[in-house]
């Protein structure tokens, strides 16, 4: 059985089609990749997937459980985490604490506990500083754990973005073009990073991104979006040859 | 690692501690000057909570509430009516006390979460002139309360003092728009400064719990904080109620330093809740610290300037406008940042000295 799978989904924004019989079939440990040029809907699929829209029509079922309409924290509660297109971090607040804000919904204290500084406020906080500390060392953040998170270079927020959406323990990671604004290098870098996370983690993966290096590079399957209707869906290099896909991106 | 960041911020609230207790006793000195300035000793306290609590609201938690005074209100008529009503039962002035500061936490709180429900749905602007229009729905409320009591119980309404019916030996508590009579004195400073270190306590360790993380989270980004599943009305409700019930107990507790006291548009009324923003906006917002050094500052100077007659309120203005320039001028925070870099230098042999001494001892256990 397939971790994600969609079908038929479509919505309208007014007379706008935005995305239309939408379908998609992510199995577990998968890397998949959802291309497509500019205004073709693929961040309106995200935003779909995580609840910040209601679909207007269509199915979305999460390791077999219909997850279709819910909030969009009851989704993340259901297991799907994701990183936003531009970035979205808790700018006033430390590197260390961006992470725990993401465990929040692993660890629990009460109100009081937390005001009283209670014994298990003292246990659970260690228990989080260590797992938040285990993620930070994973993204090489370790060092800047203290630092405000606006403080971090551009390649960096990417990164703890990444470890954040990684602390709600997701089953199935959304990122919204992770390697926007990156050099070449970074993107190296950040290829590297994603096939490290789904080997340690066994993340299933599904990414939006432009950079067709890093699609080539890690996406074992594609699909691809063009005026919110799928073009063309199957294995990344038959995929990328597609004549259709290839007048979509470039014109006649 | 951990270790010293687990002490950096503790360090923090330490000197915040330390700086209440410093003001405390300045102002402790200051009040033995004049008659005048010692009946402000109460009030100053109820200030700084004020100031303290509404910082939750716009520092912490990032909305804009004008209805502070509001809240204040609720905690000051239930506070004062409770001793009232209480002193019959309980002969123990400190518990009697305690319960009305209590009773009138509690109180605020229930109305913080009930106007909170469908308030907290407005951002910015428009939350700032709702909360505006509930502070003075509050006020004018409670402006046409009549609450007595005699040997049947207590007895309530909305019209005059007859309609109460009372029997021969009933006490009128609240007589509408003559306010609050009889409350028993039972303010006085040091219990002031207790209530301010108990609420920079809840404040600052609730900012540094799970919660208080929640609460800032969406203050950064709100869609960022749902991605992650934090549950805004929650957390936004638990900010805002907690902010209003210390609110409530800032108000019970300037109760019981009045005999009487009025709903007036003096105490209770929209120019009340924009001073409490003005101290919290010029202690730096989101700054506890700060809040509290304004609060006292800006609240004693006006009756310190006393001796320079009609100059005083220029001289009030200037502090306003040097102490805006302070806090928020990137010149004036460059110099600070400067400024804490020398100390700091100059501090380090003693640091070093003692880190040394520590270690050394360490050692020596270790032995």
């Not at chain 2, 102002?27 to 109460?42: D, T």
């Not at chain 2, 308030?119 to 909360?131: C, E, N, S």
């Not at chain 2, 005059?160 to 009372?166: F, K, P, V, Y």
């Not at chain 2, 040091?190 to 929640?214: K, M, P």
Request: with cysteine; net charge neutral.
């Amino acid at each position: 059985m397939a971790l994600l799978e969609v079908q038929n989904l479509g919505i309208s924004f007014g007379g706008l089609r935005a995305v239309d019989d939408f379908h998609l079939q992510v199995e577990k440990g998968q890397l998949y990749g959802l291309i497509g040029p500019n205004g073709a809907g693929k961040t309106t699929v995200f935003n779909l997937l995580t609840g910040v829209y209601k679909p207007g029509e269509g199915i979305i079922k999460l390791d077999g459980e219909d997850i279709t309409g819910r909030s969009n924290i009851e989704i993340n509660r259901a297991g799907i985490a994701r990183t936003f297109q531009n970035i979205r971090l808790f700018k006033d607040q430390s590197v260390l604490d961006n992470v725990k804000i993401g465990l929040h919904n692993r660890f629990h204290y009460s109100t009081f506990e937390g005001i009283f500084r209670l014994p298990r406020y003292r246990k659970i906080e260690k228990e989080m500083d260590e797992r938040a500390m285990e993620l930070l060392e994973v993204f090489e953040l370790e060092k800047e754990k203290d630092y405000l998170a606006s403080n971090l270079p551009y390649g960096k927020q990417r990164k703890l973005e990444i470890a954040r959406a990684l602390a709600t323990d997701p089953k199935l990671l959304l990122l919204d073009e992770p390697a926007a604004g990156m050099n070449p290098n970074e993107t190296h870098e950040l290829m590297d990073t994603i096939r490290f996370i789904r080997e340690k983690f066994h993340m299933t993966i599904l990414l939006i991104e432009h950079d067709m290096k890093l699609v080539s590079g890690i996406c074992e399957e594609l699909t691809v979006l063009n005026f919110g209707s799928i073009l063309c869906e199957g294995e990344t290099d038959k995929v990328l040859q597609d004549p259709e896909v290839i007048k979509a991106y470039l014109g006649e | 690692m951990k270790k010293i960041k687990l002490s950096r911020q503790s360090r923090s609230d330490l000197i915040t501690y330390g700086i209440i207790l410093l003001l405390s006793l300045v102002l402790f000195f200051v009040g033995q000057s004049s008659y005048q300035l010692k009946g402000l000793l109460v009030p100053v306290c109820a200030q700084i909570i004020l100031a303290v609590s509404l910082n939750l609201t716009v520092g912490i938690l990032g909305e804009l509430s004008l209805g502070h005074a509001g809240f204040m209100c609720i905690g000051t008529f239930v506070g004062a009516s409770f001793s009232i009503y209480m002193e019959q039962f309980i002969h123990i002035p400190a518990l009697r006390f305690f319960l009305a500061l209590l009773v009138g936490a509690l109180s605020a709180g229930i109305m913080g979460f009930l106007i909170g429900l469908p308030v907290l749905r407005l951002k910015g602007d428009y939350l700032a002139i709702v909360t505006l229009a509930f502070g003075e729905i509050i006020k004018n409320l409670i402006n046409m309360v009549y609450l007595g009591y005699d040997g049947n119980g207590l007895h309530f309404s909305m019209n005059d003092t007859a309609s109460l019916g009372l029997a021969e030996d009933g006490v009128v508590i609240i007589k509408g728009p003559q306010g609050v009579t009889g409350t028993p004195a039972d303010s006085n400073f040091g219990i002031g400064v207790l209530l301010v270190l108990l609420t920079v306590f809840i404040v600052l360790n609730l900012v540094h719990s799970r919660d208080g993380r929640a609460i800032m989270a969406i203050r950064d980004n709100e869609i960022a904080a749902e991605s992650v599943g934090i549950h805004i009305t929650k957390y936004k409700l638990m900010a805002f109620t907690i902010s209003a019930a210390l609110a409530g107990l800032a108000g019970s507790f300037y109760a019981h330093n009045y005999n009487n006291i009025k709903a007036s548009t003096n105490n209770f009324g929209y120019n009340m809740s924009i001073m409490i923003l003005v101290f919290v906006v010029l202690g730096g917002i989101g700054s506890i610290r700060g809040s509290v050094i304004a609060a006292t500052v800006l609240y004693m100077l006006p009756e310190i300037l006393r001796f320079m007659s009609q100059y005083r309120m220029l001289v009030y203005a200037i502090v306003l406008i040097v102490m805006m320039l302070f806090t928020w001028s990137p010149k004036a925070q460059a110099w600070k940042a400067v400024q804490l870099a020398r100390c700091k230098k100059k501090l380090q042999p003693l640091t070093d000295k003692f880190r040394k001494k520590s270690s050394d001892e360490l050692k020596k256990e270790g032995e």
